[in-house]
Nanobody
Framework: QVRLAESGGGVVQPGGTLRLSCTAS????????MGWYRQAPGKERELTAV????????YYSESVKGRFTISRDNIRNTVSLQMTDLKSEDTAVYYC???????????????????WGQGTLVTVSS
């Protein structure tokens, strides 16, 4: 059973930077595609970024492309999301997700990721 734990959420001003981290335990992290979903109040979950197990494939939603960067460390079993130029619409709970299968884009549904963290709240506000 893979367990995921996020950290790094908080309150940041518009235009600011924040880095989220996720630490995995209990499974073969290096074999999993890892990603980040987010859910804003009153909205559906949105797949924000994904990285394949070997870092050969990446996905970013249009709303974060060019501002967010996903990375992973298969030695430390961590995946990170560097968020820059944050906007109020980035306010959401961010969830770390993982699965053996790489899934991205509009055809990818949340249930296709078997492993989820508890989420960390990011609030962008002045």
């Amino acid at each position: 059973q893979v367990r995921l734990a996020e950290s790094g959420g908080g309150v940041v001003q518009p235009g600011g930077t924040l880095r989220l981290s996720c630490t995995a335990s209990g499974g073969s992290f290096s074999e999993y595609a890892m990603g980040w979903y987010r859910q804003a109040p009153g909205k559906e979950r949105e797949l924000t970024a994904v990285i394949s197990w070997d870092e050969d494939e990446y996905y970013y939603s249009e709303s974060v492309k060019g501002r967010f960067t996903i990375s992973r460390d298969n030695i430390r079993n961590t995946v990170s999301l560097q968020m820059t130029d944050l906007k109020s619409e980035d306010t959401a709970v961010y969830y770390c997700v993982g699965d053996r299968n790489y899934c991205s884009g509009h055809g990818c549904h949340p249930e296709e990721y078997h492993y989820w963290g508890q989420g960390t709240l990011v609030t962008v506000s002045s």
